[in-house]
Nanobody
Framework: QVQLVESGGGLVQAGGSLRLSCAAS????????MVWFRQAPGKEREFVAARSWNGGSSYYTDSVKGRFTISRDNAKNTVYLQMNSLKPEDTAVYYC????????????????????WGQGTQVTVSS
């Protein structure tokens, strides 16, 4: 079993920054891809970013490229999402997730492809 706990959400003005954290426990964190998704009111959950198990590779959805950075600290079992130049359209509940197989970095964009999810953290960007 895996537990994921997000933190760091809040209210920020457009153009501002936030850093989200996701602390993992329950299995070998360092062997699995970690991802962030988000879900805005009335919309489907959408992929945001992924970081490979060893931190060497990453992938972003086009709308956040150049503004968001996903990173991980395997010693702390934590993945981060640094969000800069925030826009009102970034307003959503942000979720971290993970799933197998281990030691493989495969971009999976659908929520149903991930086994484990955190509870989410709200990010609100005011204009």
């Amino acid at each position: 079993q895996v537990q994921l706990v997000e933190s760091g959400g809040g209210l920020v003005q457009a153009g501002g920054s936030l850093r989200l954290s996701c602390a993992a426990s329950g299995r070998t964190f360092s062997t699995y891809t970690m991802v962030w998704f988000r879900q805005a009111p009335g919309k489907e959950r959408e992929f945001v970013a992924a970081r490979s198990w060893n931190g060497g590779s990453s992938y972003y959805t086009d709308s956040v490229k150049g503004r968001f950075t996903i990173s991980r600290d395997n010693a702390k079992n934590t993945v981060y999402l640094q969000m800069n130049s925030l826009k009102p359209e970034d307003t959503a509940v942000y979720y971290c997730a993970t799933g197998g197989p281990p030691y493989v970095f495969r971009i999976k964009l659908r929520p149903d492809e991930y086994e484990y999810w955190g509870q989410g953290t709200q990010v609100t960007v005011s204009s």
